[in-house]
């Protein structure tokens, strides 16, 4: 079952998922709740936590330096289980760590053939993600340092793009922009871990292109802590807007990644008696 989606710090939208979670944990047999974080996570783990269900929260790896402002509001929530994607939370000991979605992807040595045996840019994707928030510089810059004549994927999302002269589309199927991406020479991305993500599943080495809150382009610069993060790992490339340039472009084209095994997260386990009356139930409420 899906609800509405929430933006980030919407009490409205938190308020309404509050009566969907009410609902759809009154009706189930649920064993225990599970989230990868959001805004509709905490009025799920409130009330889950009501009913004594264990519950399970992983903050996204999106949150390099702390917690979410959701995060922090189920730290004041007893029994629930928290999990960190990054090692360097060395001030909130209630987080356990136990790898990250980056794991699975390393720096890796361009194959000769690969992408048209040379660096040269051709095909480009750009992807600026699903979120309510525009972000037209990103694609003005680009359209500054990109060769003329270059095939462009743009998926542009909720950023208007009337007067700049190209074909755009709002949002694409996740196969479809995999697919596009494997074709690319380059993929340009705003420092999403979803578009990041994806763009590393293509064997690419993403250029990212962090949001900032002083545009008005994210609720904050976590999309700044990312693109670090990733650079550091060797897995992505990352400027600003503003500092584009053929250079940059060329540098993320030359490089590329490889998928490797991560290591799973290993969730706390509920003591004996609990997982034993808990192994009767069947299903896991996801949110």
Not at 199 to 210: D, I, K, Q, Y
Request: hydrophobic letters at 40%; proline letters at 5%; charged letters at 20%.
């Amino acid at each position: 079952m899906y609800i509405d989606q929430a933006n980030p710090r919407d009490a409205v939208a938190a308020l309404r998922n509050a009566r969907d979670a009410r609902e759809i944990l009154r009706r189930g047999d649920w064993a225990k709740v599970v989230s990868t974080g959001s805004v509709m996570s905490v009025p799920f783990f409130a009330l889950a936590r009501a009913q004594g269900l264990p519950c399970h929260y992983i903050e996204s790896a999106a949150r390099v330096t702390g917690p979410s402002l959701s995060a922090r509001l189920l730290e004041w929530v007893p029994g629930v289980h928290r999990y960190s994607q990054h090692k360097g939370w060395s001030d909130r000991r209630t987080w356990s760590y136990s790898g990250s979605v980056f794991d699975a992807y390393g720096p890796a040595t361009r194959e000769a053939g690969a992408h048209g045996g040379s660096t040269e840019i051709h095909r480009v994707v750009v992807t600026l993600g699903s979120n309510n928030y525009a972000f037209r510089t990103l694609v003005e810059g680009l359209l500054r340092v990109l060769p003329h004549g270059v095939d462009i994927l743009w998926q542009t999302g909720h950023t208007d793009t009337s007067g700049l002269g190209i074909e755009a589309v709002k949002f694409l199927p996740a196969a479809d922009l995999l697919s596009a991406m494997r074709k690319a020479d380059l993929v340009v991305a705003h420092a999403g871990v979803g578009s990041a993500l994806t763009a590393m599943r293509s064997g690419h080495t993403p250029l990212l292109v962090p949001r900032r809150r002083v545009r008005g382009e994210h609720v904050d610069d976590h999309q700044v802590q990312i693109a670090r993060h990733l650079v550091d790992r060797g897995v992505a490339v990352a400027c600003d807007a503003e500092h584009l340039s053929p250079a940059i472009t060329a540098a993320a084209a030359s490089q590329c990644v490889a998928t490797k095994i991560a290591p799973q997260v290993v969730l706390h386990q509920d003591p004996p008696s609990k997982v034993n009356r808990l192994l009767r139930r069947r299903r896991h409420a996801i949110a």
